[in-house]
């Protein structure tokens, strides 16, 4: 049995199980993608948990795409 340091979450957007480092912020791997305040309203108005950082670049591409229409 792997031992983890942190909590171990599910990613709201794709299922997969990411480490939450909320008490050590700065290295959790979500502080790693860099979003605007327009990107993160974004997020946040379809989406309320955790996610990983690939789902958050994701989305904020998706929500740069949605402005060239």
């Not at 340091?5 to 502080?31: L, M, S």
Request: with cysteine.
């Amino acid at each position: 049995m792997e031992y983890t340091k942190h909590e171990v979450i599910t990613c709201e957007r794709c299922g997969d199980k990411i480490e939450c480092k909320a008490n050590n912020y700065t290295q959790c791997q979500c502080a790693q993608v860099s979003l605007n305040l327009n990107e993160l309203q974004y997020i946040s108005e379809n989406y309320e948990e955790c996610m990983c950082a690939h789902c958050l670049e994701e989305l904020a591409k998706e929500y740069r795409e949605s402005l060239k229409i």
